[in-house]
T-cell receptor
Framework: DAGVIQSPRHEVTEMGQEVTLRCKPISGHNSLFWYRQTMMRGLELLIYFNNNVPIDDSGMPEDRFSAKMPNASFSTLKIQPSEPRDSAVYFC????????????FGPGTRLTVT | ELKVEQNPLFLSMQEGKNYTIYCNYSTTSDRLYWYRQDPGKSLESLFVLLSNGAVKQEGRLMASLDTKARLSTLHITAAVHDLSATYFCAPSSGNTPLVFGKGTRLSVIA
């Protein structure tokens, strides 16, 4: 299995630009999670989906952030407009209900907003 | 709201020594995960602990779970440099998302 795939791996953008992060979960997994990791705040859950439906988006910092999961094999996290404080590593993880709910993490996207 | 506290947050230990990392959590959880993260890398699952009294061992690492005390420990035996990483614990119940501790940054020095 290829594992969770994220793209791009690195993104550098200017403040005010739109940023789209992409995630392909492990085939057959039915839950998908977006996390953000910074030195100051650690690992934070932004949003998670179950069977493509958003279940809890209370971790999304503000309206500039949005996430979609149009099908079982693809999800996006969009930031518009981006700000320097959005600089972080964004991880996507997926899990399969009933298989211990163990989450498998993607390699992450390192976002730098200048 | 589930809160997770790990200690210590930073740990510098000599090769060959033993040490224990502690993970306390605030509400009942029916399982707990330990993850490892190397610098600049993603999180890798180490252990899944499913019941009270569960103990798992892999190499020089041994994890245990006491659900009554809401406590998990990660014991390091005879540390080696390759164990240098950040270790996270994450309790969970049902199909709720994992709640991660702040992580323990372990540095093993010669």
């Amino acid at each position: 299995d290829a594992g969770v795939i994220q793209s791009p791996r690195h993104e550098v953008t200017e403040m005010g630009q739109e940023v789209t992060l992409r995630c392909k979960p492990i085939s057959g997994h039915n839950s998908l999670f977006w996390y953000r990791q910074t030195m100051m705040r650690g690992l934070e859950l932004l949003i998670y989906f179950n069977n493509n439906v958003p279940i809890d988006d209370s971790g999304m910092p503000e309206d500039r952030f949005s996430a979609k999961m149009p099908n079982a094999s693809f999800s996006t996290l969009k930031i518009q407009p981006s700000e320097p404080r959005d600089s972080a590593v964004y991880f996507c993880a997926s899990s399969l209900e009933g298989q211990l709910y163990e989450q498998y993490f993607g390699p992450g996207t390192r976002l730098t907003v200048t | 709201e589930l809160k997770v506290e790990q200690n210590p947050l930073f740990l510098s230990m000599q090769e060959g020594k033993n040490y224990t990392i502690y993970c306390n959590y605030s509400t009942t959880s029916d399982r707990l995960y330990w993850y490892r993260q190397d610098p600049g890398k993603s999180l890798e699952s180490l252990f899944v602990l499913l019941s009270n009294g569960a103990v798992k061992q892999e190499g020089r690492l041994m994890a245990s779970l006491d659900t009554k005390a809401r406590l998990s420990t990660l014991h390091i035996t005879a540390a080696v440099h390759d164990l240098s990483a950040t270790y996270f614990c994450a309790p969970s119940s049902g199909n709720t998302p994992l709640v991660f501790g702040k992580g323990t940054r372990l540095s093993v020095i010669a």
